[in-house]
């Protein structure tokens, strides 16, 4: 069963605070891991792709990779309360679908 | 670019009746997914298309649901006869390949509602 796996949190931060998301996957095979960002009432967004182990910043965001560990974070860093949502963690690997974690609700108080 | 564009946005419904959604991909893209989401069991893939073609329907609840792809810049997921079960967000989301970087671009959901 392939499974992704998610602290459906919420996880409270306070305002410029590191904000710390963690996912697991149950898949060895996985070769590409995405970060969605959920907006209440809204779809989800792209917001870090990561492909190789090791860690990937796109200016506040850091995501990091361990497959031989099968985990995935994404760090936020200066957090403000515009972070706010549901951060979904989804898992694929060549010719198969998007395997989607449930998600971690953030809230990040001013 | 317009993006995947959904409609309607929002779908209130009587039990029994059917209920249309439809979805328009970004142009290019050849993969057409449909998914779910409710918070008890998060989202969920239903079917997908590539090149019109559907691949994988396995996601499908049961035969209450179809979904057809007639052309590349349209598809519709119809609900025959619609249940209060079925109340949930239903996403529209296209891709330009199955390479292991293609991303997944979200339309805005339709949000229905089965009384």
């Known amino acids: ?110 | 670019d317009a993006g995947v564009i959904q409609s309607p946005r929002h779908e209130v419904t009587e039990m029994g009746q059917e209920v249309t959604l439809r979805c328009k991909p970004i142009s290019g893209h050849d993969y057409l997914f449909w998914y779910r989401q409710t918070m008890m069991r998060g989202l969920e893939l239903l079917i997908y298309f590539n090149n019109n073609v559907p691949i994988d329907d396995s996601g499908m609840p049961e035969d209450r649901f179809s979904a057809k792809m007639p052309n590349a810049s349209f598809s519709t997921l119809k609900i025959q006869p619609s249940e209060p079960r079925d109340s949930a967000v239903y996403f529209c989301a296209s891709s330009r390949d199955r390479a292991t970087n293609e991303k997944l671009f979200f339309g805005s959901g339709t949000q229905l509602s089965v009384l």
């Open chain 1, 1 to 110: 069963q392939k499974e992704v796996e998610q602290n459906s949190g919420p996880l409270s931060v306070p305002e410029g605070a590191i904000a710390s998301l963690n996912c697991t996957y149950s898949d060895r095979g996985s070769q590409s891991f995405f970060w969605y960002r959920q907006y209440s009432g809204k779809s989800p967004e792209l917001i870090m792709s990561i492909y190789s182990n090791g860690d990937k910043e796109d200016g506040r965001f850091t995501a990091q990779l361990n497959k031989a560990s099968q985990y995935v974070s994404l760090l936020i860093r200066d957090s403000q309360p515009s972070d706010s949502a549901t951060y979904l963690c989804a898992v694929t690997r060549y010719g198969q679908n998007f395997v989607f974690g449930p998600g971690t609700r953030l809230s990040v108080l001013p």
